[in-house]
T-cell receptor
Framework: DIQMTQSPSSVSLSVGDRLTITCRAS??????LAWYQQKPGKGPKLLIYAATLLDSGVPSRFRGSGYGTEFTLTISSLQPEDFATYYCQQSHSFPRTFGQGTKVEIK | EVQLLESGGGLVQPGGSLTLSCEAS????????MSWVRQAPGKGLEWVSGISATGAATYYADSVKGRFTIARDNSRTTLSLQMSSLRVEDTAVYYC??????????WGQGTLGSDSS
């Protein structure tokens, strides 16, 4: 199985800060990676798929990068609505696997 | 517009059974692999099971292997998850997911699939 290691597990930042979350795959997954945002009581919202493609309606301050085993989600300037939990997920092979999540809190 | 509508969740005793369904519309169902993903209260996302576009191949997380069965009916554009020998730890919201397969993955709204609490 492919293990997805996400870091950090939590972070406290201010509005306007830059956020970078890293996701490492235990083996190469090409660009088969998605990023999700989840707010309390809500289902996951797709942000990025195929490692770099922004889903429809997602603001351009979100950016995905990486290939192979190392991936990054960057939010260039945090907005109040961005404080949430973020997950990466590989879809290279079954079983699909998620990172453990990154909780982004307001400092 | 892609729509995935889950149903069938409810309260069940440990050891019991439950079948979840997902009605799909707005895309060519038979062209996409599908999965079930769950989230237990206060926990992260856990992939549960997947099925190929034709239904010929099925996949399961170790935590549910031998207890859950995924199936699809391409003529009725429905996905199902038969859950048996349910445990307290199966209590979760279950999401029906259309795999990306080169497109953006799509998720349903989720259903409380098993509430053994």
């Amino acid at each position: 199985d492919i293990q997805m290691t996400q870091s950090p597990s939590s972070v406290s930042l201010s509005v306007g800060d830059r956020l970078t979350i890293t996701c490492r795959a235990s083996q190469a997954i090409n660009n088969w990676l998605a990023w999700y945002q989840q707010k309390p009581g809500k289902g996951p919202k797709l942000l990025i798929y195929a490692a770099t493609l922004l889903d429809s309606g997602v603001p351009s301050r979100f950016r995905g990068s990486g290939y192979g085993t190392e991936f990054t989600l960057t939010i260039s300037s945090l907005q109040p609505e961005d404080f949430a939990t973020y997950y990466c997920q590989q879809s290279h092979s079954f079983p699909r696997t998620f990172g453990q999540g990154t909780k982004v809190e307001i400092k | 517009e892609v729509q995935l509508l889950e149903s069938g969740g409810g309260l069940v005793q440990p050891g019991g059974s439950l079948t979840l369904s997902c009605e799909a519309s707005g895309f060519i169902f038979s062209s996409f692999a599908m999965s079930w993903v769950r989230q237990a209260p206060g926990k992260g996302l856990e992939w549960v099971s997947g099925i190929s576009a034709t239904g010929a191949a099925t996949y399961y997380a170790d935590s549910v292997k031998g207890r859950f069965t995924i199936a699809r009916d391409n003529s009725r554009t429905t996905l199902s998850l038969q859950m048996s020998s349910l445990r307290v730890e199966d209590t979760a919201v279950y999401y029906c997911v259309r795999e990306g397969d080169g497109h953006s993955p799509q998720w349903g709204q989720g259903t409380l699939g098993s509430d053994s609490s």
